[in-house]
């Protein structure tokens, strides 16, 4: 089965500020990855992903993220955060092509002025 | 607008009482999803259907779970003799078809189980 670890529950940072959030996956073929965004009180927003290609895949509002095969990582990041991309943000993964998609636990972003 | 839209977007029943959710999924979307999302954790997986079939439900946690898609469109979930342990947010997403993913959620529906 396959499965998403998110390695931190709440990041702090300052605006202008670099931003990585940490995401593995379990999963022995092929993938498809995702990172979706939940601002407060909104419903959840897709900011990319990845099915194949080139492993870095450039997002909405900045975001990147690089998939690494031999560290089963999808990792995010943004080199300069601003105060509205305080929000959670959850990396999901479909594997095996079944449609179900597995979520990780998710990560609280707090941005401050 | 042309969104994922669910009602009522806040239930609260009683333990024992049945409750359904409705989900309109975006119009001409083949695949719709049922997710549950309790505090403090990622949504996980209920169900899924495309068009009127539902091919996976190995994520509804017990048979008082039930959902439907009788027409290919407009999806209900419904819990019946409800449990506290219930309690959570009820997410709806489509796509397009089985192959075009990403999947386009709902706002939810907050279900308070009291």
């Known amino acids: 089965a396959q499965s998403v670890s998110q390695h931190n529950h709440h990041v702090i940072l300052s605006e202008a500020a670099s931003l990585e959030l940490g995401c593995n996956y379990s999963?022995?073929?092929?993938?498809?990855l995702f990172w979706y965004v939940q601002y407060p009180g909104q419903h959840l927003q897709l900011l990319l992903k990845?099915?194949?290609?080139?492993?870095l895949v450039k997002g909405i509002k900045g975001f990147e993220a690089e998939f690494i095969k031999s560290k089963f990582s999808f990792n995010l990041r943004k080199p300069s955060v601003q105060w509205s991309d305080t929000a959670e943000y959850f990396c999901?993964?479909?594997?095996?092509?079944?449609?179900?998609?597995?979520f990780g636990t998710g990560t609280k972003l707090q941005v401050i002025p | 607008g042309a969104g994922v839209s669910q009602s009522p977007r806040y239930k609260v029943a009683k333990r024992g009482q049945d409750v359904a959710l409705r989900c309109d999924p975006i119009?001409?979307?083949?695949?719709l999803f049922w997710y549950q999302q309790a505090l403090g954790q990622g949504p996980e997986f209920l169900t899924y259907?495309?068009?009127?079939?539902?091919?996976?439900k190995s994520g509804l946690p017990s048979d008082r779970f039930f959902a439907e898609r009788p027409e290919g469109s407009v999806s209900t979930l419904k819990i019946q003799r409800t449990q506290q342990e219930d309690s959570a947010v009820y997410l709806c997403?489509?796509?397009?078809?089985?192959?075009?993913?990403?999947?386009?959620f709902g706002d939810g529906t907050r279900l308070s189980i009291l």
């Open positions: 997403a489509s796509s397009l078809n089985p192959n075009n993913q990403p999947q386009h």
């Open positions: 999963y022995g073929g092929t993938v498809n």
């Open positions: 990845y099915f194949s290609g080139d492993p």
């Open positions: 999901a993964v479909i594997g095996g092509g079944y449609q179900k998609v597995t």
């Open positions: 119009s001409g979307h083949v695949s």
């Open positions: 259907f495309q068009n009127e079939a539902q091919l996976d």
